[in-house]
Nanobody
Framework: VQLQASGGGLVQPGDSLRLSCAAS????????MGWFRQAPGKEREFVSS?????????LYADFVKGRFTISRDNVKNTLYLQMDNLKPDGTAVYFC?????????????????WGQGTQVTVSS
């Protein structure tokens, strides 16, 4: 499956952004989907993931709980990440990814398909 992330940009602390990730295949509902981010000089880290199908189960990294919301639209084959109350340490390239693994993984190694990333910069 091919993934195309978009929606990044330059915002101020406290602002909101919504990232989108468009998938190329109608089998999109069959994949667990996730968002990861990578800041300069740091390793790629887990942000959030959502179960296949209706996405009943969602997981979040502790540092985004209560501020970020992951969702999916299986008709549009699109994954979203609503990011509210952004902080300067949220500056990173954000990647969407798809996994065929059982369950809802958080390890990047479980995700076999990756989008190209979209830059989010939070700065005053």
């Amino acid at each position: 499956v091919q993934l195309q992330a978009s929606g990044g940009g330059l915002v101020q602390p406290g602002d909101s952004l919504r990232l989108s990730c468009a998938a190329s295949e109608r089998t999109f509902p069959d994949y667990v989907m996730g968002w990861f981010r990578q800041a300069p000089g740091k390793e790629r880290e887990f942000v959030s993931s959502i179960d296949r199908g209706s996405g009943v189960e969602t997981l979040y990294a502790d540092f985004v709980k209560g501020r970020f919301t992951i969702s999916r639209d299986n008709v549009k084959n699109t994954l979203y990440l609503q990011m509210d109350n952004l902080k300067p340490d949220g500056t990173a390239v954000y990647f969407c990814a798809a996994s065929a693994w059982f369950g809802v993984p958080t390890n990047p190694a479980a995700f076999g398909y990756w989008g190209q990333g979209t830059q989010v910069t939070v700065s005053s």
